[in-house]
């Protein structure tokens, strides 16, 4: 008989790790109380799949991370899969923020094993609970050999994400997390992986970013845009110490009169501005009629979203302040 996969789960908190008071309770309850170990003692049916091994990182919602806790998922997942007997890598973690984990894990992670993210809307203790399913599935991805190559994948509600395109877009529904433009990478039918598409854009053992050595990220700031909006977020933000700026613009990245001259002042003073928009699916392209890049010595964030585009920006300017350099991390990850 073969030997069964080995899929690390590395536990960091959420709503797949909360209790509530009552079965029916799935809005007002506690995240991050139960243990990892117990997730995976909870769902028998692992073991059929995968050998497993669980390591409880920290108990966090996810709505409460600092860029420190990405450093250690991304350091844990590295030192798990560089292992010959580990096959994948499993994250269970709070909703709120998982893209944007999931998304820093598809940039730092130099490895071309599964890294698969997973969560839950639902707290373990209620009715119709989503966690065990989904968990079941992200230890099915990681344990498949398909996954492979795929960069960081997130499993929830069965469908199978790309890191890179997916994002939470309802406060409570399970269907909740959607790849808006480009869609899905696969499903899972019946706990095993079916998959239609590859990422092409770089990411894992293909990208350029390294978590070692980094005890720290450069801050970056998103400001919104809006009717009226002046340029005091962007002046304090820069004042504050932000080395760069993601302005998540109206429409195609756009922003007013005062935001714009808040922008070019913190160009000026060396913040790197990235422009990105507030709305969900589509690209920031660059020298549009209304503004100038070239001349404005501005970045543009192609179609990922403010948070995401922050969070290439901090491992960009992790290598270079050269804008030019910048935009071309836009143009390939
Ligand atoms: C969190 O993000 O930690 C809380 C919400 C959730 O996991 O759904």
Redesign the pocket.
């Given at each position: 008989m073969q030997n069964k996969p080995k899929v690390v789960i590395l536990g960091t908190?959420?709503?797949?790790a909360?209790a509530g008071s009552s079965a029916t309770n799935v809005t007002g309850y506690r995240?991050?109380v139960i243990g990892v170990e117990e997730l995976v003692t909870a769902v028998p049916k692992l073991g059929e799949i995968a050998e497993l091994e669980a390591q409880q990182l920290f108990q966090?919602?996810?709505?409460?991370?600092e860029t420190s806790h990405w450093l250690k998922i991304a350091r844990a997942a590295t030192e798990a899969l560089a292992r010959s007997d580990v096959s994948g890598v499993v994250i269970t973690?709070?909703?709120?923020?998982?893209e944007e984990t999931a998304y820093f894990l598809h940039l730092t992670v130099r490895s071309e094993k599964p890294v698969v993210v997973t969560?839950?809307?639902r707290p373990a203790t209620a009715l119709s609970a989503d966690g065990p399913m989904n968990l079941y599935n992200a230890v099915s991805l990681a344990a498949s050999a398909e996954s492979a190559g795929k960069g960081v994948l997130v499993a929830m509600n069965d469908r199978i994400a790309c890191a890179r395109d997916v994002t939470k877009t309802h406060t409570s529904g399970l269907e909740t997390f959607r790849s808006t433009e480009y869609g899905n990478l696969g499903q899972m039918e019946n706990g095993v992986p079916r998959f239609y598409r590859v990422p092409l854009r770089r990411h894992t053992a293909f990208a350029e970013f390294a978590v070692a050595g980094l005890d720290d990220l450069p801050r970056v700031e998103i400001v919104t845009g809006y009717v009226g909006a002046t340029g005091a977020p962007i002046a304090a933000a820069v004042a504050d110490g932000a080395s760069g700026i993601v302005y998540a613009g109206t429409g195609a990245g756009n922003f007013t009169t005062a935001a714009r001259e808040a922008l070019v002042a913190a160009r000026r003073s060396g913040a790197v501005v990235v422009r990105a928009s507030r709305i969900a699916a589509g690209a920031v392209t660059r020298n549009t009629g209304h503004v100038d890049d070239d001349a404005l010595d501005f970045v543009v964030a192609d179609d990922l979203s403010p948070q995401k585009a922050r969070i290439l920006l901090m491992l960009g300017l992790t290598r270079t302040r050269d804008t030019r350099e910048l935009q071309r991390m836009f143009r390939t990850y």
């Open positions: 908190g959420g709503t797949i909360g995240p991050s966090v919602a996810s709505y409460l991370l973690h709070g909703t709120d923020t998982l969560g839950a809307m």
